[in-house]
């Protein structure tokens, strides 16, 4: 009689490989979601066990591609939806405009040459309505100009993933060693 193993270690391995891209996969496209971003992409990729480095680069990566896309184009589409005669889409885009304006009048107070370092600030202080979505809207909105604002968001994004990063280090640390099987 000849035994064969039910799952053999190149199914484990293949397996094992699919389960971790899915997880980062994840990652990746909470991280593109307006207002979660990268702000909850890092917490649930370290809930789901990943490492911290590749998890941070997946959500940085994640959290900058809508960036060009929203200078460009979130202006012309939220206006349209403002004047929508849909009740809900119009609502959202007004909301999202009186957001981004608000936002834009924050950073101008800070001065035109401080621009570029409130937008950044702006964008890397992990609190609910600031990020990236939100930062390069209103720069857009104050014509900030298309490589600053990548630039800002850029390094924004960084901060944020770094601060974001580290708090999740420390909760999930903490909670692995309350519930520490010894």
Not at 21 to 45: C, N, T, W
Not at 79 to 90: D, L, S, T
Request: aromatic letters at 10%; proline letters at 5%.
């Amino acid at each position: 009689m000849i035994s064969r193993p039910l799952l053999g270690s190149r199914d484990v391995n293949i397996n094992f490989g699919v389960k971790m891209i899915l997880k980062y996969l994840y990652v990746f496209l909470i991280s593109m979601v307006p207002i979660i971003e990268l702000r909850g992409a890092i917490p649930v990729g370290m809930g789901l066990g990943l490492p911290i480095i590749p998890t941070y680069i997946v959500a940085v990566i994640g959290n900058m591609i809508p960036v060009p896309f929203i200078y460009l184009f979130a202006q012309k589409i939220l206006k349209w939806g403002a004047e929508c005669r849909i009740g809900f889409i119009q609502k959202f885009c007004s909301w999202c405009i009186k957001k981004g304006n608000h936002a834009g009048e924050k950073l101008m107070k800070k001065g035109k040459a401080g621009l570029f370092i409130g937008l950044t600030i702006f964008i890397g202080i992990p609190l609910p309505g600031t990020g990236a979505w939100t930062g390069t809207l209103a720069a857009s909105i104050l014509n900030m100009g298309f490589k600053k604002s990548v630039l800002a968001a850029i390094l924004g994004v960084l901060l944020a993933g770094i601060i974001t990063g580290l708090c999740s280090a420390g909760i999930f640390g903490a909670f692995g060693a309350l519930f520490a099987v010894q």
